[in-house]
């Protein structure tokens, strides 16, 4: 949830960034290790460069036990490096004792060579991490095969320590400087990039209303391909709007189509009975001091004239615009059946009328759209059954849906018809009267539209409402 | 510990006895007229900065002699010796002990005076914190000697402890030459060596040019007095006309201005004609030593 909060003109960039910032760590991290092993390198060829130049000098006058020449060396060979410089030099004789140290105090002549030998390393191969700030190494030294024992030099190395932390200070300061800047270089310009997108889904999502074309003078003409973008969109907005328009132009036409044809049959469900009660008033006239006659006369004029406030009553709550936000309810059905009831009779079908539904279920559901699905629903079943056939209603629910069952014993619903019932795609006009209008309904409900078969092999659509969505909005 | 600038003023290191060889060749390489350069040995007694001191010695030098003069450094006095007796040079400046070894072929032509004198004692000196005060108290010790064939660096403290009854090599632990006067100071000064023998002369101008470096030692003992290294040429030339005008020069230095300056690097007076009597002393110490042997 919270991913989708980030508009993608501004994910996309922030990835750009991120991918920068892991793309400048890893090189960092690369150059920081390349950097060790120079440092190392660096290290081992100093270290080998003092031990050669003072083991040069020194085996000729250890040779010669010249204690003082070698002394002489050594001292002045302390602190004359850079980066790594001797801080003690020594030699321990081949006796194991010490034969001369430029640090004779710590170091005196003929003392414990293990003292000076301590832990120092060998000079092939030594390990030097760059932080330490001491390094001990030893290498034998000889004098054309002579052994005149160890060369022990105590590096001072902090000088290449400090001089390694500060590359690598500057080092991750400028990467992380470069890495930075190029991150935010890079977040400007994808943002930048991406704008158009921005603008695209701003005004297909506008926060109030429909969607919008982009105005012409927010068309780039410098940038021909964002200007063909912009033009493509504005042209699909308008064949989108084009299409809806039409559909409600048609879903309006076939709703009449619907009026117009209960009309016919709630005029033919009037008529009927208007003959039978002007015979009554005729009666009436005729035998005026007949009371038998009379009373019987005026009983059936009252039944007619019920049945036609019946009549009329439903096709006003059918199509009072003051009751269209009110729920659902089983006086609704009530009425489709006594609506639909005139256009079964003439057409001599079977009703089989079954609502299990109680109020209590129907009631998250408007009432309106819902009567309308089903009396288009079952108007189409008439229509489509012929005379004679059977026509089938259910209504049932469950804890989630509402299942609105009609069915039919005709042929089942032509194949250029079902595209009105089961799809948005746009179609020509002509037979299956209200039935893009029940899509389109049941669409705005949230339901799903299936056909089938019942049991007994009958057509059936089934329209099955969501309840609880219903529900929770209404809460 | 670095060794401070001061240190350079002083020559007998065998290091400074290769570059002052150069340098003196250098200053060969120049000479002031046609004839034959003299040349002249320095042994490891001279206390200030090589260069310019030589400069001013062979400006001295050449034109009192009226002659180019070259200077030649060893490292040892036996070197510097061995070349004056194979008539390499025609004169040196050597230490009173090699000049007796080699008394029928050399003679002394001059005595140089230093605080008035013509004559020096030799130093035995310890770690200025040792609480030391006899020579008895250095058994054990590794010590520095100066030269083999040095009278104050060698002979005196050898010849002293076998008057006492005692075997120099066993008496000290451990012993070694640095070839150098003031290294014998140094070397005490560091701790490479707990006692040293060096000449008096060398550490009293080091005490007035590096006092830094001597107060780090003390001096234990000190000798009775000899004569001071003489100017030494062969016997047999001593009346030779180039060797009697090298001897007039050094004696006419303190007179001249050039002379002067170079006295005063040298922390010398001038220069006194020699006698062989001045080095009965170390004549006395090398029957000591030789009675021993």
């Known amino acids: 949830m919270a991913r989708a909060a980030i508009p993608l003109s501004v994910r996309v960039p922030l990835i750009v960034a991120g991918l920068m910032l892991i793309v400048g760590v890893v090189a960092s991290q690369i150059v920081i290790a390349a950097l060790a092993q120079s440092h190392e390198r660096q290290a081992r060829e100093l270290a080998r460069t003092e031990f050669a130049t003072l083991a040069h000098a020194l085996a000729p006058m250890a040779v010669r036990d010249d204690v003082w ?96 932390r500060a590359a690598w200070r500057w080092l991750v300061l400028g990467n992380a400087l470069a890495t ?54 504005n042209r699909m907005l308008e064949v989108e709007q084009a299409r809806v328009s039409a559909h409600l132009r048609s879903a309006e036409r076939e709703r009449l189509a619907g009026l117009g044809r209960l009309a016919g049959s709630l005029a033919h469900e009037i008529n009927n009975p208007l003959g039978g009660l002007l015979n009554a008033v005729d009666t009436i006239r005729r035998y005026p001091d007949r009371a038998e006659v009379v009373r019987s006369s005026a009983e059936l004029l009252d039944r007619g004239l019920r049945h036609l406030r019946d009549v009329v009553r439903a096709t006003l709550d059918t199509h009072r615009t003051d009751r269209a936000g009110s729920p659902l309810s089983r006086a609704d059905l009530d009425d489709l059946r006594l609506l639909i009831g005139p256009e079964i009779a003439r057409q001599e079908q079977e009703l089989d009328w079954t609502v299990s539904a109680g109020d209590g279920d129907l009631a998250p559901l408007p009432g309106a759209p819902v009567r309308q699905i089903a009396l288009n629903l079952l108007l189409n079943a008439s229509a489509v059954t012929g005379r004679g056939g059977a026509v089938g209603f259910e209504v049932s629910a469950s804890d989630a849906t509402l299942c609105l069952c009609v069915s039919d014993t005709g042929p089942g619903l032509p194949e250029a018809l079902r595209p009105r019932l089961l799809s948005d795609a746009p179609v020509a006009g002509g037979e299956g009267v209200g039935l893009g209008l029940v899509r389109q309904l049941a669409t705005e409900l949230g339901g799903e539209i299936m056909l089938d078969r019942t049991a007994a092999g009958h057509n059936r659509v089934r329209i099955h409402l969501p309840l609880a969505r219903k529900k929770e909005n209404a809460a | 510990m670095r060794r401070p600038a001061a240190n350079h003023a002083c020559l007998p290191l065998t290091r400074r006895a290769f570059a002052l060889g150069g340098a003196a060749a250098c200053v060969a390489g120049r000479p002031a007229t046609a004839a034959p350069a003299f040349r002249f040995g320095l042994t490891p007694v001279f206390v200030d900065d090589e260069w310019p001191l030589l400069q001013i010695l062979k400006d001295y030098l050449e034109a009192a002699m009226e002659r180019p003069v070259e200077f030649v450094q060893r490292r040892t006095y036996k070197e510097v010796a061995a070349l004056l007796v194979a008539g390499e040079l025609d004169a040196a400046w050597l230490c009173g002990y090699p000049l007796l070894q080699y008394q029928p072929m050399l003679a002394a ?120 290294p ?45 006698s062989e009597a001045e080095f009965s002393g170390i004549a006395a110490r090398m029957r000591r030593f030789a009675e021993r042997e």
Do not use: C, K
């Open chain 1, 69 to 164: 020449a070698m002394f002489d060396l050594l001292d002045r060979s302390i602190d004359r490096g850079a980066g790594l410089s001797a801080e003690r030099v020594s030699l321990v004789g081949p006796d194991g004792a010490v034969a001369v140290s430029s640090d004779p105090q710590a170091a005196p002549i003929g003392s414990d060579g293990d003292a000076v030998l301590g832990a120092a390393q060998p000079l092939d191969g030594f390990g030097f991490d760059g932080s330490a700030e001491r390094l001990t190494l030893q290498t034998p030294l000889s004098h054309r095969g002579q052994d005149l024992g160890a060369l022990v030099i105590d590096f001072d190395a902090r000088a290449l320590a400090a001089e390694r």
């Open chain 1, 180 to 233: 930075l800047t190029l991150a935010g270089a890079g977040f400007v310009i994808v943002r930048r990039l991406l704008r158009p997108v921005a603008q695209i889904a701003a005004q297909m999502q506008p926060q109030d209303g429909p969607p919008r074309p982009i105005p012409p003078d927010d068309i780039p003409e410098r940038d021909p391909e964002l200007a063909r973008l912009y033009r493509s969109y």
């Open chain 2, 109 to 228: 032509l001059a005595l140089p005076l230093w605080r008035g004198a013509s004559r020096y004692q030799s130093y035995v000196i310890v770690d200025a914190g040792r609480g030391a005060s006899q020579l008895g108290a250095l058994r054990g010790d590794i010590h520095a000697y100066s030269d083999p064939d040095s009278n104050s660096g060698y002979l005196v403290t050898v010849s002293e402890l076998v008057a006492r009854g005692e075997a120099p090599e066993a008496f000290f632990a451990r012993s070694f030459f640095t070839f150098g006067h003031s290294d014998v100071v140094r070397a005490v000064a560091r701790g490479l060596a707990q006692s040293g023998s060096v000449d008096g002369y060398v550490w009293e101008v080091l005490a007035e040019i590096e006092p830094e470096l001597t107060a780090r030692t003390r001096i234990l003992w000190r000798s009775e007095w000899f004569g001071f």
């Open chain 2, 230 to 274: 003489p100017i030494v040429a062969q016997r047999q030339r001593l009346e030779s006309p180039e060797i009697t005008r090298f001897a007039t020069a050094l004696r006419e230095m303190r007179d001249d201005r050039d002379g002067r300056r170079a006295l005063e690097r040298l922390h010398l007076d001038g220069f006194d004609p020699a």
